[in-house]
């Protein structure tokens, strides 16, 4: 299963998402990639990966170590920095694209770096607002389905509590060309404790009118704040896994 972290804003949580999803799943005795395409390489950092991320590493024609594998319980998380290096990753990536031989180089390492295990789940960390008929989205993707077509795709959106992100994730959602059956979660995070019922109901309505399979409400805490330990030692509090298990559950039935 391929589970691709979206959102149409930037700091509601979708690295925090990928990263507490990912953990979760090793530690369910699941071998994960995590594809880290955060502009700053969030679960890179936490990873350790002090390398250039792929697309640096090929466009200034270096071998990329963009990749590390961290065990969790029975399971592991493989950690690939994409981009995580800056807002660079634009021109370079534009450049790249540009030049075939480039092109087939980035293609042979991604997909060396896709298949380095057998994984059981791909967890796609994202920059906000990409589009199906973006660049920096196709490339990945087509090259994902060329190694593995029959790999489910299903998507988690990503929202915090203020009205007008809302908003905008769910016409975000409804722009995008994803399969409604392919709307795997949407996610209200970072809710005030004490305002968890009100997103709950919200959450509700919004699964139930627009078919998406699971809905969840992650309250603000704290010691997931700004969190710079290792990525094995990520906080994971009791609303994430509850989440998680159901989450489980559905894409064993997708
Ligand atoms: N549930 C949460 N509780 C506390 N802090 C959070 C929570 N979710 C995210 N954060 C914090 O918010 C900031 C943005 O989160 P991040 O996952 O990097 O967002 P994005 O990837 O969407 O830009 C980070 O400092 C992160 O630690
Ligand atoms: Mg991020």
Do not use: C, W
């Amino acid at each position: 299963m391929r589970i691709s972290i979206r959102s149409s804003k930037g700091g509601v949580g979708k690295s925090t998402i990928a990263i507490s999803l990912s953990k979760f799943l090793a530690e369910q005795g699941n071998d994960v990639l995590l594809v880290d395409r955060d502009v700053i390489g969030y679960s890179s950092y936490l990873a350790g990966i002090t390398s250039p991320g792929l697309v640096k590493a090929v466009f200034e024609g270096q071998d990329a170590h963009s990749i590390k594998e961290i065990k969790v319980g029975k399971g592991s998380i493989t950690v690939l920095k994409y981009f995580g290096d800056g807002p660079e990753y634009v021109p370079n990536l534009a450049k790249i694209h540009a030049n075939r031989e480039l092109i087939s180089y980035y293609s042979k390492v991604y997909r060396e770096l896709i298949t380095s295990k057998p994984f059981s789940f791909f967890v796609i960390d994202n920059p906000p607002l990409i589009r199906d008929s973006d660049e920096i989205y196709l490339f990945e993707h087509n090259e994902f389905n060329y190694v593995y077509p029959r790999v489910k795709h299903s998507y988690i959106f990503v929202s915090d509590g203020i009205d007008e992100n809302i908003k905008s994730n769910l016409e975000y959602m409804s722009q995008l060309n994803v399969k409604v059956d392919q709307r795997l979660a949407f996610i209200i995070n970072m809710v005030r404790p004490d305002e968890l019922q009100k997103y709950q109901n919200i959450v509700t309505n919004i699964i139930n009118n627009l078919n998406v399979r699971i809905g969840g409400v992650i309250p603000f805490v704290e010691n997931i704040f700004q969190f710079s330990g290792e990525l094995k030692d990520f906080p994971l509090p009791k609303q994430m896994r509850e989440l998680y298990v159901k989450l489980v559950g559905i894409t064993l039935e997708m």
